[in-house]
Protein backbone atom coordinates (compact mmCIF):
# COMPACT_ATOMS: atom_id res chain seq x y z
CA UNK A 1 0.00 0.00 0.00
CA UNK A 2 1.95 2.61 1.01
CA UNK A 3 5.06 4.32 0.14
CA UNK A 4 7.91 6.58 1.32
CA UNK A 5 9.86 8.59 -1.02
CA UNK A 6 9.71 5.80 -3.31
CA UNK A 7 10.78 3.02 -1.30
CA UNK A 8 7.89 0.93 -0.52
CA UNK A 9 6.66 0.58 3.29
CA UNK A 10 4.97 -3.17 2.30
CA UNK A 11 3.88 -5.12 5.28
CA UNK A 12 5.13 -2.77 7.70
CA UNK A 13 1.47 -0.45 7.89
CA UNK A 14 -0.40 -1.45 11.38
CA UNK A 15 -3.23 -3.47 10.25
CA UNK A 16 -6.20 -1.50 10.53
CA UNK A 17 -4.45 1.55 9.20
CA UNK A 18 -6.18 1.65 6.09
CA UNK A 19 -9.47 1.11 6.63
CA UNK A 20 -9.25 4.17 9.10
CA UNK A 21 -7.72 6.57 6.49
CA UNK A 22 -10.55 5.27 4.19
CA UNK A 23 -13.45 6.53 6.94
CA UNK A 24 -11.19 9.77 7.59
CA UNK A 25 -11.35 10.45 3.63
CA UNK A 26 -14.92 9.56 3.34
CA UNK A 27 -15.97 11.78 6.35
CA UNK A 28 -16.03 14.61 3.35
CA UNK A 29 -18.73 13.08 1.73
CA UNK A 30 -19.29 10.09 -1.20
CA UNK A 31 -16.29 9.19 -3.19
CA UNK A 32 -15.29 6.42 -5.29
CA UNK A 33 -12.08 4.40 -5.31
CA UNK A 34 -9.64 6.38 -7.21
CA UNK A 35 -10.67 9.39 -5.52
CA UNK A 36 -10.34 7.85 -1.89
CA UNK A 37 -6.87 6.88 -3.32
CA UNK A 38 -6.34 10.42 -4.52
CA UNK A 39 -7.25 11.87 -1.43
CA UNK A 40 -5.07 9.73 0.88
CA UNK A 41 -1.75 10.01 -1.39
CA UNK A 42 -2.66 13.71 -1.52
CA UNK A 43 -2.91 14.68 1.90
CA UNK A 44 0.05 12.31 2.85
CA UNK A 45 2.05 14.27 0.64
CA UNK A 46 2.90 11.19 -1.76
CA UNK A 47 4.09 9.23 0.83
CA UNK A 48 0.64 6.81 1.10
CA UNK A 49 0.20 5.22 -2.17
CA UNK A 50 -2.74 2.75 -2.33
CA UNK A 51 -2.90 0.44 -4.40
CA UNK A 52 -6.22 -1.45 -6.15
CA UNK A 53 -5.10 -4.57 -4.55
CA UNK A 54 -5.13 -3.14 -1.03
CA UNK A 55 -8.00 -0.72 -1.68
CA UNK A 56 -10.71 -2.32 -3.38
CA UNK A 57 -10.72 -5.58 -0.23
CA UNK A 58 -10.61 -2.65 2.26
CA UNK A 59 -13.98 -1.12 0.74
CA UNK A 60 -15.66 -4.44 0.60
CA UNK A 61 -14.71 -5.55 4.24
CA UNK A 62 -16.12 -1.96 5.31
CA UNK A 63 -19.77 -2.21 3.73
CA UNK A 64 -19.46 -6.11 5.33
CA UNK A 65 -19.26 -4.49 8.42
CA UNK A 66 -22.24 -1.58 7.55
CA UNK A 67 -19.53 0.94 8.28
CA UNK A 68 -19.96 2.31 4.53
CA UNK A 69 -22.52 1.77 2.12
CA UNK A 70 -22.05 2.03 -1.58
CA UNK A 71 -24.42 3.24 -4.55
CA UNK A 72 -24.04 3.73 -8.39
CA UNK A 73 -23.35 7.33 -9.66
CA UNK A 74 -21.88 8.90 -12.67
CA UNK A 75 -17.88 9.78 -12.16
CA UNK A 76 -16.27 12.91 -13.38
CA UNK A 77 -15.62 12.06 -16.49
CA UNK A 78 -18.90 10.57 -17.46
CA UNK A 79 -18.65 6.94 -16.83
CA UNK A 80 -20.51 4.71 -14.25
CA UNK A 81 -18.83 4.15 -10.72
CA UNK A 82 -19.50 2.94 -7.62
CA UNK A 83 -19.31 5.35 -4.96
CA UNK A 84 -18.34 5.24 -1.27
CA UNK A 85 -20.31 6.96 1.55
CA UNK A 86 -19.77 6.45 5.81
CA UNK A 87 -22.91 5.41 7.72
CA UNK A 88 -23.50 6.25 11.21
CA UNK A 89 -22.10 3.17 12.01
CA UNK A 90 -18.88 3.87 10.32
CA UNK A 91 -18.81 7.48 11.94
CA UNK A 92 -18.52 5.65 15.07
CA UNK A 93 -15.60 3.16 14.17
CA UNK A 94 -13.94 6.18 12.78
CA UNK A 95 -13.73 8.08 15.94
CA UNK A 96 -13.00 5.10 18.12
CA UNK A 97 -10.12 3.87 15.96
CA UNK A 98 -8.99 7.39 16.06
CA UNK A 99 -8.94 7.50 19.31
CA UNK A 100 -6.57 4.35 19.83
CA UNK A 101 -4.52 5.62 16.91
CA UNK A 102 -4.34 8.40 19.07
CA UNK A 103 -2.94 6.83 22.10
CA UNK A 104 -0.52 4.13 20.12
CA UNK A 105 1.00 6.72 18.48
CA UNK A 106 1.88 8.12 21.68
CA UNK A 107 2.97 5.18 23.33
CA UNK A 108 5.29 4.52 20.72
CA UNK A 109 6.71 8.21 20.50
CA UNK A 110 6.87 7.47 24.56
CA UNK A 111 9.49 4.49 24.02
CA UNK A 112 10.77 6.13 20.73
CA UNK A 113 11.78 9.36 22.22
CA UNK A 114 11.78 8.97 25.97
CA UNK A 115 11.86 11.97 28.03
CA UNK A 116 15.66 12.92 29.32
CA UNK A 117 15.59 12.26 32.96
CA UNK A 118 16.83 14.54 36.06
CA UNK A 119 19.84 13.09 37.34
Given amino acids: MPALKGHPLEGEM ?6 LLIL ?13 AHIIQQR ?5 QVEHGSLYPALHRLEDRRW ?14 R ?6 AGRKQLAEHTNRWDR ?3 AVNRV ?5 EEA
Fill in 104 to 106: LVG
Fill in 44 to 48: SEEVL
Fill in 14 to 19: LQGTLD
Fill in 68 to 81: IASFWGTSENNRKA
Fill in 83 to 88: YYRLTV
Fill in 24 to 36: QTLIMGPAHGHTI
Fill in 112 to 116: LRPAK
